[in-house]
């Protein structure tokens, strides 16, 4: 059974994850799969927690932007199956990964700001002997069987870091809020293994931080540039043999994290399922980019640098 994992993102440079109706911003839904959908296609469940939210979008420019879809699949119940809160889509049979990319709406009533989750979602919790079923229409208990007219009997699981995405809805840009300022520095510039030297990364943060904290990425020039540390920890899966890898237990619980957490799999691998690592897919990013999440005004992560005893050319990292 493939696992799934949800990220949005929008192509508004000047504020990250919002929409702007009247500048017509384009939001993309991406789909990760750990492995191909099956033959037939993987239907996938999105809802979130305002209904309506979809009456922002412009579902219309999907007959006239075959672009906006890839890998997937969409028909005239795929957005009227919910309250105007989510869709479904179908993953094309054989794809890992998929998109699908609605612009905003705009018009003339202003709705204000809407701060919304959009969640991935099975819904296996739900009561098969009175769900409706939302392709057909159709109620009963025999619905628990019929997978071929859709309904949700858990084709997949949720990824539980990448379940949900948040995203902004505004009428205007001068309706967003302030954005966050977020500081960052690294000292020493020069770090030597015989040495035994700690890079440290300084993180500062203007205003007031959410409870979740705010979580911010980092992203190399380079790949491995973590094996340069003594942080990066390779492991096995059971089930499958394969190799994974993410910061080390010991290294992310200790004092050398300061005012954040870092998540011991946010260290980019290329395989968002955290049980098959692929170096290709991840690019420079491989285990040289990762994310971590800020709680505090001021932050730090300490990396000690790692003394593999290999005489290396000096190399410079951004």
Known sequence: MPQVA????????????????????????????DEPARVGGLKI?????????????????????????????????SFENFTGSG????????????????????????????????????????????????VTGDQGSDLNTVEADGFPIGDYTVDPESASSRVLFADNVADLPPLPVVSFSTTPQVVNEAEGTFLVMDFSFEGEIPDEGVTVNLEGDAARIMEQFDVVQAGIDQETGNIFYRFDEDFVNSDN??????????????????????????????????????TENT?????????????????TFT
């Open 6 to 33: 949800l990220s949005t993102f929008t192509n508004l440079d000047i504020y990250p994850g919002a929409v702007v109706e009247n500048l017509g911003t384009l939001l993309t839904f991406n789909f990760e799969l």
């Open 45 to 77: 469940y999105v809802d979130s927690d305002t209904p309506g939210i979809l009456g922002r979008l412009d579902l219309s420019a999907l007959n006239d932007n075959p672009d906006f879809l890839s890998n997937l699949t969409v028909n005239q119940e």
């Open 87 to 134: 869709f479904v889509v179908t993953v094309e049979a054989g794809a890992k990964s998929a998109s699908l990319t609605l612009p905003a709406l705009d018009i003339a009533d202003l709705n204000g700001l809407d701060l919304t989750t959009f969640t991935l979602t099975t819904r296996e919790e739900t009561d098969r002997t009175t769900q409706t079923d939302p």
């Open 257 to 294: 994290i300061v005012g954040g957490i870092l998540d011991p799999f946010s260290l980019e691998d290329g395989d968002p399922a955290e049980n098959n690592s692929d170096p290709e897919a991840a690019g420079d990013a491989f285990l040289s980019s990762f994310s971590f999440t800020i």
């Open 299 to 315: 932050a730090s992560i300490r990396l000690p640098v790692l003394d593999d005893f290999v005489q290396e050319d000096d190399a």
